[in-house]
């Protein structure tokens, strides 16, 4: 568990496991629940819930808006999810009305116009250092081998953008609505969507148009352009979907799931060639898994991957 003066766990490694509580703040975890922002929780059973994380964005009374506690506990979160050997897949999601209004610029704005230091450079020098740690909050999630789900109900507005962009798989419900809202601020969106939309979506023309004119892209479109790969009626469903989903993965060998997420980053940002020869690399020391001979014998078997048992990793 880890305690934070923003953090509140609740954690649930496996079907064998309890529910620990440490009481904090911001994310809430539902089989690890994290919880930002001073916030409480139920335990949330699924029957596919073994080795699988559920993070919350949990600041309902204030849309999950982002506040300064956010970015640090973001990369506490996946850091801790990264190193866990129990979690093989992660769920996030939003509490209340909406996934997410972006960042609180009331309580960020201070420490980003106007740092505190002795002249023009170190202000400078400032703002870089808040906006690249910024950036590392939504970079975790890439980084993290485990698989991310992201479930989006609601409006996914400004940061949240960046944040599901650094996700791997997206669903979302029939109501929900997507926003590249910073140009309506000021400023260029800083923390990802640049980056990560044009390759989620595949379409330069159709990222200009909702990040220059910051209008809503709906759930309907989001379906066609490739943003999300399912929409669902609500967000029960929608958290039942994504956690079936999350099972079936967890369900796998992890060194199979972790090796797949690792090698589809890269080959995002390399040639086929460069891929092709890192996935070589990759799995030179891969193949020698035990994961692969049992795999391989529950086919044979017909059985499920379920009934496989995998070692951690």
Not at 50 to 74: C, G, I, Q, Y
Not at 117 to 142: C, G, M, N
Request: with cysteine.
């Amino acid at each position: 568990v880890i305690s934070t003066p923003m953090v509140h766990f609740f954690l649930y490694l496996s079907s064998s496991r309890r529910f620990m509580v440490s009481n904090c703040g911001y994310f809430r975890y539902y089989f690890i629940r994290l919880v930002y922002l001073s916030l409480l929780t139920r335990p949330d059973c699924h029957p596919s819930s073994s080795h699988v994380t559920h993070v919350e964005l949990h600041r309902p009374d204030k849309r999950n808006a982002m506040n300064k506690a956010f970015w640090s506990e973001m990369i506490d979160c996946f850091n801790q999810i990264t190193e866990d050997p129990e979690c093989r897949v992660v769920v996030l999601s939003g509490a209340g009305k909406i996934f997410t209004s972006g960042i609180d610029l009331m309580d960020v704005a201070g420490a980003l116009l106007d740092p505190v230091a002795d002249d023009a450079a170190r202000k400078a020098w400032t703002t870089r250092h808040i906006l690249l740690k910024f950036q590392e909050s939504f970079s975790v999630i890439e980084k993290c081998p485990k698989p991310v789900i992201a479930a989006v109900h609601g409006g996914c507005i400004g940061g949240g953008v960046d944040m599901v962009t650094a996700c791997d798989i997206r669903l979302c419900t029939q109501d929900a609505w997507f926003q590249v809202k910073e140009v309506d601020i000021g400023l260029a969106a800083d923390v990802g969507t640049l980056q990560r939309l044009p390759t989620v979506i595949g379409s330069r023309s159709l990222v200009n148009e909702l990040a220059l004119t910051a209008r809503k892209m709906y759930s309907d479109e989001a379906m066609s352009c490739g943003l999300v790969s399912r929409v669902l009626p609500n967000k029960e469903t929608m958290l039942t979907a994504a956690m079936e989903i999350a099972g079936e993965i967890a369900a796998r060998s992890p060194v199979a799931v972790q090796g797949t997420k690792i090698n589809l980053v890269y080959s995002r940002d390399h040639s086929v060639s460069d891929s092709l020869d890192y996935m070589a690399t990759w799995n030179m020391s891969m193949l020698q898994t035990q994961d692969l001979a049992k795999s391989a014998q529950a086919a044979i078997e017909k059985k499920s991957p379920k009934d496989v048992l995998f070692s951690k990793l």
